[in-house]
């Protein structure tokens, strides 16, 4: 098993572009989180998802969007690229989504926007 | 004030010492997370925590929840525990969601 896989790994975007990162699970997990990783701060929950087609607001979402259109997958956003956006992003997924159980990590992709 | 307060922020050690890194929160929790993060990035769990102690290898966490404290031992410590260790709570109102500290650094020199 993989367990959780981001793609792509580092991207450098301008101001104003879009992109999409993938996340992607294959431990068969109904819940999936978006988070960033940004220096002196805690990692902050974007957006999540609590199965299939379904997704929620986190503590940070503007600026971003998200789509679970498959179980295994879950997709984010950004629509115009802002350098306050600059940051490293991790997905992770788990099986209830209770809080008192573990969540899987990915590796993480670096995204610096100028 | 952050709800996930941790310290120290970062922290140097012989290789063989005892480590402690501790993490206060400031809301009701119905569970605590340790986790690790490599060098490369990568971020594991190590325990989850609703009560009491545990212990795996060589590192053990406890919590007090009256005290809204929990520490993270490493015994005999190794430069491979050289990571950023971070705390999250799910707090009682928060549903599935964690609130993440700001991870301590730890370095062990040989």
């Known amino acids: 098993n993989a367990g959780v896989t981001q793609t792509p790994k580092f991207r450098v975007l301008k101001t104003g572009q879009s992109m999409t990162l993938l996340c992607a699970q294959d431990m068969n997990h109904e819940y999936m989180y978006w988070y960033r990783q940004d220096p002196g701060m805690g990692l902050r929950l974007i957006h999540y998802s609590v199965g299939e087609g379904t997704t929620a607001k986190g503590e940070v979402p503007d600026g971003y969007n998200v789509s679970r259109l498959k179980k295994q997958n879950f997709l984010l956003g950004l629509e115009s690229a802002a350098p306050s956006q600059t940051s490293v992003y991790f997905c992770?997924?788990?099986?209830?989504?209770?809080?008192?159980?573990?969540?899987?990590f990915g590796p993480g992709t670096r995204l610096l926007v100028l | 004030k952050n709800e996930v307060e941790q310290s120290p922020q970062n922290l140097t050690a012989q290789e063989g010492e005892f480590i402690t890194i501790n993490c206060s929160y400031s809301?009701?929790?119905?569970?605590l997370h340790w986790l690790q993060q490599h060098p490369g990035g990568g971020i594991v769990s190590l325990f989850m925590?609703?009560?009491g102690k545990k212990k795996h290898g060589r590192l053990i966490a406890t919590i007090n929840i009256q005290e809204k404290h929990s520490s993270l031992h490493i015994t005999a410590s190794h430069p491979r525990d050289s990571a950023v260790y971070i705390c999250?709570?799910?707090?009682?109102?928060?549903?599935?969601?964690?609130?993440f500290g700001e991870g301590t650094q730890l370095t062990v020199n040989p």
């Open positions: 992770a997924s788990s099986f209830l989504g209770t809080g008192a159980e573990t969540q899987y």
């Open positions: 925590l609703s009560s």
């Open positions: 809301v009701g929790i119905s569970a």
């Open positions: 999250a709570v799910r707090s009682e109102t928060s549903g599935s969601r964690l609130t």
